[in-house]
């Protein structure tokens, strides 16, 4: 992968679904505006490109097709969001927050497709400044999900995210950058955390 040699910072947020990685995104987002810093909050997979669109449209089960194919349509959406959104926002020095990149990749798509596979097709991408996971237990966050009342979908299921979890714990052991945080602390205390590494 690509080093950020931009003017700005790329951030980025991963976890198992109900991990928590969306609200502490968005928290640390207010966070650096009130500092008066321009600031890209975005999301994979977008729901702007064609093959963000496609990949909803599998992740709530209305069509199927095979994992490395939903895999290409990943990286063919996160390519498109490099381009067209994070990349320009770093050239103007802004600190862009994905809630999710290439590290989802490599734990979700992990399940079923080789991840020498996954790391060759994401091989030219960028790579974050700051990665941050948020570690919480597989049934702790079935159950955020189901609390949410909107329904349990492809990727959220227990038996899926204990793999997911599985793959999340070789991923932080490999990428020693990976900053591991408590996911399972009050909401409030984990942006402190977070706010931490940027007030050194």
């Known amino acids: 992968m690509q080093k950020n040699l931009y003017g700005g910072k790329f951030i980025v947020f991963e976890g198992l679904d109900g991990s928590g990685q969306s609200t502490q995104a968005k928290l640390l987002a207010e966070y ?3 500092q008066g810093r321009e600031v890209l909050l975005t999301k994979e997979p977008t729901k702007s490109t064609l093959a963000g669109k496609k990949i909803q449209i599998i992740l709530n ?11 290409e349509l990943f990286a063919q959406d996160r390519r498109e969001h490099l381009e067209k959104e994070i990349i320009p926002a770093l050239k103007k020095g802004k600190i862009v927050i ?10 979700f798509g992990g399940i079923n497709v080789p991840v020498a596979k996954l790391e060759k097709i994401n091989a030219d991408f960028l790579y974050p400044d ?4 948020l570690k919480v237990a597989p049934a702790e966050c ?11 979908k492809f990727f959220e299921k227990l038996d899926k995210l204990k793999k997911v979890s599985n793959n999340y714990k070789k991923i932080c052991s490999r990428f020693p950058d990976v900053e591991v945080i408590d996911g399972e602390e009050k909401i409030e205390r984990i942006h402190q955390i977070i706010r931490l590494f940027f007030n050194k």
């Open 32 to 34: 650096f505006k009130k």
């Open 61 to 71: 089960e209305k069509e199927k097709i095979k994992p490395i194919q939903l895999q």
């Open 98 to 107: 994905s809630d999710r990149y290439f590290f989802s990749t490599l734990a």
């Open 130 to 133: 700051k990665i941050f996971f």
């Open 142 to 152: 079935v159950r955020r999900i189901v609390k949410r009342g909107e329904g349990v």
